[in-house]
C-alpha cells in the first residue's frame, strides 16, 4: 500500500474529510486544515513529512492560485494538487504554469481523484531523492562524500586532509575526468577559507590571449573593447581559493605573473600602475607531467617548485578499479531518481563489463555510460544491451589474463584475437583484416575459443 502524508486544505469540512477518508484508506497519513492560514502553518511544521498538498481554490482567507508560491516557500519539494468546484481554462493554465501538479473539479471521479495523487506522491518522492543526490554530488564536496574504498584512493585523501587544513599550495596530479576538482572542492572545505569564495578555472578552456585578462583583469581603457573596469577571477577568490585546473596550459607570460601572486599575493591588471593585493590559497591540478616539462623548458621551474610544495596523485579509475562496482550502483541510483526511472541495479554480466573495461576517460566516462545506460534502460536491472557498443564483446580483464609461463602457440593465437577485438571494439571485419585472416575463419577461431 502506498504510505506518505498528504495535507487536505478546505473550508468545507464534510468534503475535506470524505477526500481524507479515501486516501487514508489507500493507505497515506492524511493531515487537515480549514483554512490558509492554518494550512501553511501545518505546512511549515511538517514540512519534511507532507508530499502533496491539495488545496482549495477559493478558502476564506485566500486564493489557491495565489497561495501557490507561498506552499512552494514552506515545502519546495512538495506537490501541489489545486481543487476547485468551478475550473475554467484560465486558471488550469495558470495553475500549471506557476508549478501546480495538478488542477482537479470537485465531484469528479474518486478513482481518478486517487490517480493524480499516487502520481504527484511518486513525483515528489523522485525530487526528494534527487535533492539528497544533488546535495552529495555538489554541495558537500568533502571527503567523507568521495565514494570508493581503495588504496589508491585513501592514501589521496589522507595526503590531501593532510594539507588542507593548511595554506599551503597543493598540486593535483591525475589524469582527466579522475576527480580533481572535487578533491580541490575538499581541500576548500576542510579549510579555515571554506566559508569564502572557490573559484575554479579551467586553464584549456579559455583562448590564451583571454586568460590572461580574465584571471587578473583589467582596466577601463586597457586595449581596445575595454570599456569598463573588469575584476579579475583571483579577486573573485580574494579570502578563498582559486583552482587552477590544467595550469600545464598557461603561458609562460602569466606563469610569471602567477609566480609574483605566490611570491608577494599581489599582481597588476593589464593598464593598470597600480599593484593589486589579494589573500587567496591556490590549488592547482594537471594531467601533465610538470616536472618534465620544466626541465625541458616547456614550463617556469620556478613556478613549478612553488606549485610542488605538497602534491597528491589522484589515481585515475584503472587504478581504483575495485571502486567501479559502488560508482557504478551509485550512478545508476542518481539518474534513476533525476531522470525517474524505476531500476533496482545491475545484472552480473553488465557490472563484470563494467569492471573489464579500459577507463581511459575515469570517473567522468563512467558518469556518462551510467547515464545513457539509464536513459535506454527498459526493465528494472541495467543490462549489457543498455550499454554502448564497446562493451558488447570481449574484453580482456588483466587481473584473469593467462599466466605470462603459457606460452602456447594456442594460448598466444587466442590472447592476440582477443586484443585485437578489443582494439577495433568488435569490428570483425577490421579485426581479420588486422590479424591477414579470412572473416570466416576469425569467426571459426572466436567459437574455438569462446570469444
Not at 160 to 180: H, I, N
Not at 390 to 414: G, V
Request: negative net charge; glycine residues 8%.
Amino acid at each position: 500500500m502506498p504510505d506518505g502524508t498528504l495535507l487536505i486544505i478546505d473550508d468545507e469540512a464534510p468534503l475535506r474529510q470524505a477526500i481524507a477518508r479515501m486516501l487514508e484508506l489507500e493507505g497515506y497519513i492524511v493531515r487537515q486544515a480549514p483554512d490558509a492560514r492554518r494550512g501553511l502553518e501545518d505546512l511549515a511544521q511538517h514540512a519534511d513529512e507532507v508530499l502533496v498538498v491539495l488545496s482549495d481554490v477559493k478558502l476564506p482567507d485566500g486564493y489557491g492560485l495565489d497561495l501557490l508560491p507561498r506552499y512552494r516557500a514552506k515545502a519546495p519539494l512538495a506537490e501541489v494538487i489545486l481543487l476547485t468546484a468551478y475550473g475554467t481554462i484560465p486558471d488550469s493554465v495558470r495553475a500549471m504554469r506557476e508549478g501546480a501538479f495538478d488542477y482537479l473539479t470537485k465531484g469528479d471521479s474518486d478513482d481518478q481523484l486517487v490517480v493524480v495523487v499516487d502520481r504527484a506522491v511518486e513525483k515528489a518522492r523522485l525530487r526528494r531523492r534527487v535533492a539528497e543526490l544533488e546535495q552529495q554530488v555538489g554541495a558537500q564536496y568533502t571527503f567523507e562524500s568521495m565514494i570508493g574504498n581503495s588504496p589508491a584512493l585513501r592514501e589521496a585523501q589522507r595526503l590531501a586532509r593532510r594539507a588542507a587544513p593548511t595554506d599551503s599550495t597543493v598540486l593535483l596530479e591525475g589524469p582527466t575526468g579522475a576527480g580533481k576538482e572535487l578533491f580541490a572542492q575538499a581541500i576548500h572545505q576542510a579549510s579555515a577559507r571554506r566559508g569564502k569564495p572557490f573559484v575554479a578555472v579551467n586553464c584549456s578552456a579559455f583562448p590564451r590571449d583571454l586568460l590572461e585578462s580574465e584571471l587578473f583583469g583589467y582596466k577601463k581603457g586597457a586595449f581596445t573593447g575595454a570599456l569598463a573596469d573588469k575584476k579579475g577571477l583571483l579577486e573573485a577568490a580574494n579570502g578563498g581559493t582559486l583552482f587552477l585546473d590544467e595550469i600545464g596550459e598557461l603561458e609562460l607570460s602569466v606563469q610569471a605573473k602567477f609566480l609574483r601572486v605566490l611570491e608577494t599575493r599581489q599582481f597588476t591588471k593589464l593598464g593598470d600602475t597600480r599593484p593589486t593585493t589579494v589573500d587567496v590559497r591556490l590549488v592547482a591540478a594537471t594531467n601533465r607531467n610538470l616536472q618534465q616539462e620544466a626541465a625541458a623548458g616547456q614550463f617556469r621551474p620556478d613556478l613549478y617548485y612553488r606549485l610542488a610544495v605538497f602534491t597528491v596523485p589522484v589515481p585515475g579509475l584503472n587504478e581504483r578499479r575495485a571502486d567501479v562496482p559502488i560508482l557504478a550502483d551509485y550512478f545508476l541510483q542518481f539518474f534513476a531518481a533525476r531522470l525517474g526511472r524505476r531500476l533496482r541495479g545491475l545484472e552480473p554480466e553488465a557490472l563484470e563489463q563494467l569492471r573489464r573495461h579500459d577507463w581511459r576517460g575515469n570517473v567522468r566516462e563512467l558518469r556518462n555510460v551510467l547515464e545513457r545506460a539509464v536513459i535506454l534502460a527498459d526493465g528494472e536491472l541495467l543490462t549489457t544491451d543498455d550499454l554502448p557498443a564497446e562493451f558488447h564483446h570481449f574484453q580482456p580483464d588483466p587481473a584473469t589474463a593467462a599466466d605470462a609461463d603459457d606460452r602456447t602457440l594456442r594460448t598466444m593465437e587466442k590472447q592476440q584475437i582477443a586484443r585485437v577485438l578489443h582494439e577495433t571494439g568488435g569490428n570483425k571485419m577490421e579485426a581479420a583484416r588486422q590479424l591477414g585472416i579470412g572473416t570466416k575463419t576469425l569467426y571459426r577461431k572466436i567459437q574455438e575459443y569462446g570469444l
